[in-house]
């Protein structure tokens, strides 16, 4: 072990996932979660009137998400995952038809190119302003820079109305929780690329609820004298005295750590934090953060809607609805959904 002690305050994704990166590098360190229990906002619990496990946040990831599979392969769960076949998206329209747009299995982009083509959501002249713009963006040569939105840019691209409504502002909304407007473009398409354009893209679902995923990390810290974790235990302030940074809880105890490793949100880190180091360099992003909740919403049908994995809802304050019956292949009379809404 190393000889330092380390404070982890929110034992959320972020938290488990800094926790574990002491755990490799045999460092000592302390949790400290407000709530009774560990995931935050990716977490689970069983409904027994409806007799049905109930998801608070994640409904689905994408296989860009290599840091957090590693997470999910150090705990042992990362085989509950499924992963879809293809890249497909099925989207409903307020009338209630339904179209895919999806990447034909053909190398690279060339199968998007195609999908693209027979998806009718779109006009022609917007699929090819669309292809265009993919292209460009795809190129190794392309740079865009975080300074213009994401809107900004699509405009300055011949992006139409219809393109950009169809097409850029579902990916905003699921990806970053936001609208064009308030994107960083570069940001965006680095993501963008990683997710849609790489090579084995996919979308990933959990067969189990978040809770169950993330529930061998709690043994794991109880198995080791080196590592703590202190549930239902909210830090109300932290200080820095000399080289030290002492930390405060709710129930009145003090701590002392060699350093602190924050992983609540950051609309919270006001709330802890010495208000002199509010205004410093470091702090400053906080000012022009805004916080957007998720909402998921269930609801239980005696018919089943349809038979993908998810869709996205085109036009309606819910953007996504989730088939909870295919994704943990519930065998029952009734079907589950989640309507979901971002950018709240
Ligand atoms: C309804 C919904 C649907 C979502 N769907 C998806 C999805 O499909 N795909 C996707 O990728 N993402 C999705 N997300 C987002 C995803 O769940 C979050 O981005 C992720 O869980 C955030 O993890 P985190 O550790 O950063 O923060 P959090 O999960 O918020 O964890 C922070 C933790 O810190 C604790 N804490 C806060 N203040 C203190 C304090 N002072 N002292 C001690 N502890 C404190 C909190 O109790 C919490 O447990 C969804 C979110 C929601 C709400």
């Not at 308030?182 to 990683?194: D, G, H, Q, V, Y």
């Not at 060699?258 to 919270?268: G, T």
């Not at 906080?286 to 609801?299: E, F, Q, T």
């Amino acid at each position: 072990m190393l000889n330092k002690n380390i404070a982890i305050v929110g034992c959320g994704v972020a938290g488990i996932s800094a926790s574990i990166e002491l755990q490799k590098r045999k460092i000592a360190h302390t949790i400290f979660e407000a709530k009774r229990f560990i995931g935050g906002r990716f977490y689970s619990f069983y409904d027994p009137k409806l007799d049905f496990e109930i998801e608070n946040g994640q409904h689905l990831f994408s296989s860009a998400y290599i840091n957090f599979f590693e997470i999910l392969k150090f705990l042992g769960t990362f085989k509950y995952l499924k992963t879809s076949k293809n890249l497909s998206v099925p989207f409903i329209s307020p009338s209630g038809k339904t179209a895919r747009l999806e990447a034909l299995t053909f190398p690279n982009q060339f199968g998007f190119f195609l999908g693209l083509l027979k998806f009718p959501f779109l006009s022609f002249k917007s699929k090819i302003t669309l292809l265009k713009l993919i292209k460009k963006v795809n190129a190794e040569s392309f740079s865009t820079t975080n300074s213009i939105s994401v809107k900004n840019f699509l405009l300055s691209n011949q992006q139409n109305e219809e393109v950009i409504k169809v097409f850029w502002q579902p990916i905003g909304v699921s990806i970053f929780n936001n609208d064009l407007e308030n994107i960083p473009s570069a940001l965006f398409f680095e993501t963008f690329k990683k997710a849609f354009l790489g090579e084995n893209t996919s979308f990933v679902f959990s067969t189990l609820g978040s809770s169950s995923l993330l529930a061998p990390f709690t043994e794991v810290i109880n198995n080791s004298p080196d590592y703590r974790i202190n549930l239902n235990k909210k830090i109300i302030s932290i200080f820095k005295e000399g080289e030290k940074f002492l930390v405060h809880t709710n129930d009145g105890e003090k701590y002392e750590f060699d350093d602190v490793i924050l992983c609540i949100p950051p609309q919270h880190l006001p709330n802890i934090l010495p208000a002199n180091w509010l205004g410093n360099n470091y702090f400053r992003f906080l000012r022009v953060l805004k916080h957007n909740p998720i909402v998921s919403i269930y609801a239980i049908f005696e018919k089943e809607l349809f038979k993908d994995d998810f869709a996205f809802l085109l036009d309606s304050p819910f953007h996504w609805i989730f088939n909870k019956t295919l994704i943990h292949n519930y065998k029952k009379d009734v079907f589950l959904y989640s309507f979901t809404t971002s950018n709240g």
